[in-house]
């Protein structure tokens, strides 16, 4: 077999969690296979892992398939019980040492910078402690929870070692981005109140390296709809077009599920109209027995990825409500990006975090955790003509094609050369 001319690796918490960056590493993955990488590779977690953790994860049977040419690597652990949190680790940071090892120009990108730049950064630190000759350019995709989750956690408890560890990683990679201007802010600012609290010196070079690459979606699976499949796709779940409110995602705290129960019970849309919460996620009981007993709200948890974009198309409108809280806030928004390029109804959200950024001027904007706003809003949705609606989709689609994976692979790794010569 001939060896690989150039490599695209990717690490990242990859299907089947439900997770913006699954979807984002699966659109970049597949563009590269037509930008001159011959050997593309998402390096992730093994299955058991994923459900230990208890994550929200897709149904394993209905996976979509990667294209010929992208390997998915889950790396087995290393060491026994000895070694509890750190196996999978080492695992990754092993398997990553022979990818970079083997003299094929690569290009590798982590997204979640822990612990997947963790992994990246010591893997290529050990390579070249060891002598080895490399070619490897590094990026690290820092997002909300990076910030949220773990730097903002440690400066109100104190740990300022992990909250610079954390910044050092970030730093050790040739290039840094963002997935959103609000992002990047979001990391500046921590990173100063860090330097304010330690004498360090992170904020100038954040401010100065970071930049902004918005998630990649593929667009086509969402414009190319067959209405025949959207209608099958409905009438097999009991539902008919524009006859439901769609939530569609995670089901966490902050994603506003609970205030949008609140806000389709006071609305007269409730009437006329069933509201659909699909996914799945550490809120779902919760957010079941908020609509206990109520026989209009239905709960799907097991949509598959070809099944997503039909329920969008098919809904009367696309709820979000988003609201920021402590452990996370919306930083993006690429389910909202999803629907708008689906067609059908409106979408609604607030202007939490990076949203604005992902929607424009074209949804229908709320205050967070404000259910009497969000009911007025479906309302509205619901009242606009044949023409508005459609003029409204068309004006959304042609947005949010700004984000479709090819142009976004573009803009990222165009500054990335043929060879990219990353030896130190």
Not at 8 to 27: K, W, Y
Request: proline share 6%.
């Amino acid at each position: 077999m001939d060896k690989p001319k150039r490599r695209l690796v990717i690490v990242v918490r990859a299907d089947p969690v439900i997770c913006g960056h699954a979807t984002e590493a699966r659109g970049l993955a597949e563009v590269a296979l037509t930008r001159g990488f011959d050997d593309v590779r998402i390096v992730t977690w093994p299955i058991e892992a994923l459900q230990a953790a208890g994550l929200p994860l897709k149904p394993l049977g209905e996976l979509l398939p990667y294209s010929p040419g992208i390997t998915v690597e889950r790396p087995d652990p290393v060491g026994d019980y000895r070694v509890p949190d750190g196996r999978h680790l080492i695992g990754l940071a092993g398997r990553l040492f022979e990818l970079f090892a083997d003299g094929v120009p690569t290009v590798c990108m982590s997204m979640y910078l822990t612990p997947h730049a963790n992994a990246v950064v010591e893997a290529l630190r050990s390579v070249r402690a060891a002598g080895l000759e490399s070619d490897v350019t590094t990026i690290a995709e820092a997002v909300g929870s990076d910030i949220t989750n773990v730097v903002r956690s440690c400066l109100e408890q104190g740990q300022l070692g992990a909250a610079a560890t954390l910044f050092t990683t970030y730093l050790a990679n040739d290039r840094c981005v963002a997935v959103s201007a609000y992002t990047r802010d979001l990391i500046i600012d921590a990173a100063a109140q860090l330097d304010l609290a330690c004498g360090t010196r992170f904020a100038d070079e954040i401010a100065h390296r970071v930049e902004v690459s918005y998630p990649a979606v593929d667009a086509s699976r969402y414009t190319e709809l067959d209405p025949s499949d959207v209608d099958t796709a409905l009438a097999s779940r009991g539902l008919r077009r524009d006859g439901y409110i769609l939530f569609l995602s995670r089901v966490a705290a902050a994603k506003g599920a609970d205030d949008l129960i609140a806000a389709y019970r006071a609305s007269a849309a409730s009437a006329t109209c069933k509201l659909v919460i699909a996914g799945n996620g550490p809120a779902l009981d919760q957010t079941r027995a908020l609509a206990e007993g109520d026989e209009r709200i239905a709960f799907l948890t097991d949509v598959s990825d070809e099944e997503k974009p039909l329920l969008m198309n098919g809904c009367a409108a696309y709820a979000l409500p988003s609201k920021p809280r402590p452990e996370f806030v919306e930083t993006f928004g690429i389910a909202l990006v999803e629907k708008m390029l689906a067609g059908g109804g409106p979408v609604i959200t607030t202007r939490t975090g990076g949203i604005p950024e992902a929607v424009g001027e074209h949804a229908i904007e709320v205050p967070p955790a404000d259910p009497a706003a969000l009911a007025a809003a479906i309302d509205r949705a619901l009242a606009m003509s044949p023409a508005e609606r459609e003029a409204k989709a068309e004006a959304a689609r042609a947005y949010a094609m700004r984000f479709d994976r090819a142009a976004v692979f573009d803009n990222l790794f165009a500054p990335v050369p043929e060879s990219v010569h990353a030896t130190r």
